[in-house]
């Protein structure tokens, strides 16, 4: 794992060097591969489709005068917002989009979860083993089992040998990592010649995700995240055209944010006594398991109206969230309105930020989707669609067959020219 973070390094420290050193390989000594490629062989790169995810990129961001790339890239391609499925947190959703399962079916049901199968266990984000991932096959996956290659500068997921198949090329997450230097180890993929060069390939940007978190959706400091997210597009985009590499870029997000606040908190040892519960899982739901011999109590406490929040059992939840046939859902779930917390930490008096978790209904947990490439129709808007439609669209784009038995529709395939 060490050793493919520090290629991961060396991969930029390469893009910071190739233009005053002699590349390693390329069909000129002295030039860049890329700028000595005749003219012939540029016009023949085949498009790359590239997944972008802005993580935490709410569709109203793109409205804020800090995105003149990616605002230029919805303007001429395709543009909508996509509703996340529920829980609206980060590694479900990130797997629903490679995917096309919601969390319920694809297995990875929270940021944080217990599997009856591993009961000492709790999936936390860094779990590596491929049992918490192997209840579905990621897009990468079957792409390299149908021979087509594929890199990932990081989602979660390809850092684990899913069903036994790594990407061809991947990275160990690691925030230390500076998204600068993921969108030129990307370029370094793909400054390759053809028969080493990705045809698909994933990038993921995370500081929106956390300003929001910090600040708050509507804060200045976010919308400085967005800003430099945004000038990371436009910096590959001029390297994309620099290599004269097509690509068919897919944009999108995992969740919304929604503002939190200190005067919208429910305290859980006010709706039910804490010997009666372990807390896997707490924020804008919580994700509880009774302690032995008391479920009854506890469904007694949870199971009854509360202000700003509502408790399911498993399995009882509306139909809508698609969500508690999977073994590894809670035993109950309460989930807070829009903007409150629901928790049995203490809280501080400036607690805030914002935070994603909420219904995936609620317009806060909404993502951007930006689509835009030779494959890709010109000036469309599309209606707000479902995240899980990214994923047979990506299929299409990379040449895989359309998959059966997902929960993902052709949808967005309307996005393709
Ligand atoms: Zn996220």
């Known amino acids: 794992?060490?050793?493919?973070?520090?290629?991961?390094?060396?991969?930029?420290?390469?893009?910071?060097?190739?233009?005053?050193?002699?590349?390693?390989?390329?069909?000129?000594?002295?030039?860049?591969?890329?700028?000595?490629?005749?003219?012939?062989?540029?016009?023949?790169?085949?498009?790359?489709?590239?997944?972008?995810?802005?993580?935490?990129?709410?569709?109203?961001?793109?409205?804020?005068?800090?995105?003149?790339?990616?605002?230029?890239?919805?303007r001429e391609g395709v543009s909508a917002s996509l509703r996340p499925a529920w829980p609206t947190k980060t590694f479900p959703n990130h797997y629903s989009i490679v995917t096309g399962l919601v969390p319920d079916r694809h297995g990875i049901v929270g940021n944080r979860f217990i599997d009856p199968d591993f009961p000492e266990e709790i999936f936390t984000l860094p779990r590596l083993e491929p049992h918490w991932w192997d209840e579905a096959e990621p897009i990468w996956v079957t792409a390299?089992?149908?021979?087509?290659?594929?890199?990932?500068?990081?989602?979660?997921?390809?850092?684990?040998?899913?069903?036994g198949t790594y990407p061809s090329d991947w990275q160990q997450f690691n925030q230390e990592v500076s998204e600068r230097q993921r969108v030129d180890a990307v370029i370094d993929w793909l400054r390759r010649p053809a028969d080493t060069r990705p045809k698909f390939v994933t990038l993921y940007f995370d500081t929106v995700d956390t300003a929001g978190h910090r600040h708050g959706p509507d804060a200045a400091e976010t919308n400085a995240a967005i800003a430099n997210a945004d000038a990371l597009i436009g910096r590959l985009l001029r390297e994309l055209e620099g290599l004269g590499q097509p690509a068919n870029l897919v944009i999108t997000a995992d969740h919304g944010m929604a503002a939190t606040s200190a005067s919208r908190v429910i305290p859980l040892q006010t709706v039910a006594d804490p010997s009666l519960y372990r807390v896997i899982e707490g924020g804008p739901y919580a994700a509880l398991e009774p302690t032995p011999g008391n479920e009854a109590k506890l469904a007694a406490a949870l199971l009854r109206p509360h202000a700003n929040m509502e408790c399911w059992a498993r399995g009882q939840m509306p139909a809508r969230f698609q969500y508690g046939r999977n073994p590894r859902t809670p035993a109950f779930v309460c989930l807070a309105d829009s903007g409150w917390t629901v928790t049995d930490r203490p809280v501080d008096p400036d607690y805030g930020g914002g935070a994603h978790g909420y219904d995936n209904l609620d317009p806060a947990m909404l993502a951007a989707f930006v689509a835009h490439g030779p494959a890709f129709a010109r000036g469309r808007t599309l209606p707000t669609g479902d995240n899980v439609d990214v994923y047979p669209l990506l299929r299409r784009l990379i040449g895989l067959p359309a998959a059966t038995d997902i929960d993902g529709d052709n949808d967005l395939i309307v996005a393709l020219d």
Do not use: Q
């Open 1 to 74: 794992m060490r050793n493919i973070l520090s290629s991961a390094l060396l991969a930029g420290t390469a893009t910071l060097l190739s233009a005053c050193a002699t590349p390693l390989a390329g069909p000129a000594v002295g030039l860049p591969a890329d700028r000595a490629l005749p003219r012939a062989a540029t016009d023949a790169r085949a498009p790359v489709t590239l997944l972008i995810s802005i993580d935490g990129m709410h569709p109203d961001y793109l409205t804020r005068g800090v995105t003149p790339n990616l605002s230029r890239l919805a």
């Open 144 to 163: 390299e089992k149908a021979g087509i290659r594929t890199a990932t500068m990081f989602w979660p997921g390809s850092n684990s040998k899913v069903r």
